[in-house]
Every structure is written in C-alpha cells, then in structure tokens.
C-alpha cells in the first residue's frame, strides 16, 4: 500500500543548482534545506523550481551553485501561515539526487522536466478564455500522502484539455502528466503597493479521468 501511494506523485527534473540551500525545518532530527533549481524549456525562458533536501542525502553547507543536478521525488505542498491567511507552499521533496556532467545533459528538454500525479479534484475547476481566445482551466488536485496527508497540487490546462477539465467535478480521480512550471504574477497588498511573487503550478500535457471501482 505505501509503495502504491507514494507511486501516485512522480516527478523528475535535471537542470543547474541556482542558490545556496537555506534552511527549512527539522523533523526527529534531521534537518530539510531550500536549495533552487534552473529548469530549461522548450522556449528560451527556464523555470526556477525549489527543491527541498534533507541534510542526510548531500553535505548542505557547500555551494553547488552552477552545478547540473537531477533529481526525483514529489511535488508537495504545505499551508504556511502568514498573519491571518494561510499561504501554499509547494516544492520538489527529493528522494534522490545525482550531479551530471555537460555531456550527461538531455538534448530533448521535455526529459528534463517530467512529473505523474493521481489524484481528486479538490475544488471546482476554473475554466476561462484569454483575450485571444485561448482556452485555460485551473485545476486544485489533492494527492494522497501516507499517513492519512495529502498534497494539494495546482494544475493548469490548455486547450481541449481544459475544456475537459472544466467540466470535472469536485471528487472526480484523476490521472495527470506534464511538467513543474514557475510563473511570476503582481499582487496587489495596499492602495498603490505591488508585490511581485512566483507561483508554482503543473502545466498539464495528459489529463485521464479514472474510474473507481464499486
């Protein structure tokens, strides 16, 4: 059962080691660091993703920043609270790492960027258009953990994906494929005061309804 649920939240990512690691939090001991990773895209623009390490699994006083790092684990989510609100926190909790060389690094950048949820619709999906016409849906999936947690992951479709998407139901099982994406966006905090802030979200390539059984 715990091999079956930890199935259902893939990712893989290989890309360069962008900041130092910054301490987290401790859990029975053992010390998780933030560390950013640069991600390339098909495009020219690149994806900075965090990575959340345990201080067991590399020596975190050391500066890998340059380094080509890949990595697999899971995509995962914590409320972080923030006054009165409660704030998502998601990053890339690694399992296993290995540094690469140039030579090692994928020529196709869709490999350096793969990750696999199953899980539930959690809220009504957001189905909208753009200026141009362009069709999006917002999807809040909720992934199962073991010992009864669950990561709360936010997807985005296009197209006739998210024409799919739009019509799901809150409980509906999912399966979805696609990347980890970073994506800047402004907030507005007072009259005239604007904060930029990075949101973390999975651009959906592959999105399968599943069919519980009875």
């Keep these: 059962m715990l091999d079956k649920v930890i199935e259902n939240n893939r990712v893989c990512i290989i890309g360069e080691i962008v900041s130092e690691f910054t301490f987290s939090h401790e859990v029975f001991g053992e010390g998780f660091y933030i560390a950013n990773v640069s991600v390339n895209r098909l495009s020219d623009m690149v994806d900075v993703i965090p990575l959340m ?3 067991r699994l590399i020596d975190v006083t050391k500066d890998y920043r340059g380094m080509k790092i890949e990595v697999a684990g899971q995509f995962r989510s914590y409320n972080r609270h923030e006054g009165t609100k409660n704030k998502l926190v998601l990053s890339i ?122």
């Design 93 to 214: 909790f690694v399992r296993e790492l290995r540094f690469l060389e140039d030579d090692e690094m994928p020529e196709e950048q869709s490999k350096s960027n793969q990750i696999f949820l199953d899980g539930y619709v959690c809220k009504p999906p957001i189905y909208r258009k753009t200026p141009l016409g362009r069709e999006i849906a917002d999807i809040l999936v909720a992934v199962n953990r073991p010992y009864g947690k669950s990561d709360y992951i936010p997807c985005i479709a296009w197209g006739r994906n998210a024409r799919f998407a739009g019509g799901l139901e809150v409980g509906a099982h999912l399966q979805v494929s696609g990347r980890v994406q970073s994506r800047e966006y402004t907030k507005k905090i007072g009259e005239e005061e604007v904060e930029r802030r990075v949101a973390y979200e999975v651009s959906v390539s592959k999105i399968d309804l599943v069919e519980d059984e009875e």
């Design 53 to 55: 390490i345990s201080e």
